[in-house]
């Protein structure tokens, strides 16, 4: 099963918000704290992408097409990382995946959840 859990996604109009969190599974837990963590995206037909990562320390960076319009956290106490989504615009529709990745490089994928900017 998998051991990250998306929700947040939906339908807003462009200029919008929308908040995604993702939440670690029980059998992860108390190691996703160390984890480096991110969230990619992916429109039909199109290659997965890197929107941004957070590293243990909280250092964060982002792809140039979201800079300014989107940040990433983590919440290390509930086992959490978001990814605040503002002035959202028609190409930012996708899939969005959050990601998992150990000191070790295994890497843990969430379900995706489904983000669309019309109107």
């Known amino acids: 099963q998998r051991q990250l859990v998306e929700s947040g996604g939906g339908l807003v109009q462009p200029g919008g918000s929308l908040r995604l969190s993702c939440k670690a599974a029980r059998m992860i837990t108390s190691v996703f704290n160390t984890y480096k963590l991110g969230w990619y995206r992916q429109a039909p037909g199109e290659q997965r992408e890197l929107v941004a990562m957070?590293?243990?320390?909280?250092?964060?960076d982002y792809a140039d097409s979201v800079k300014g319009r989107f940040a990433i956290s983590r919440d290390n106490a509930n086992k959490k990382v978001f990814l605040q989504m503002n002035d959202l615009k028609p190409e930012d529709t996708a899939v969005y995946y959050c990601?998992?990745?150990?000191?070790?490089?295994?890497?843990?994928w969430g379900q995706g959840t489904q983000v669309t900017v019309s109107g």
């Open positions: 957070i590293g243990r320390d909280g250092t964060a």
């Open positions: 990601h998992a990745q150990s000191s070790q490089y295994e890497d843990y």
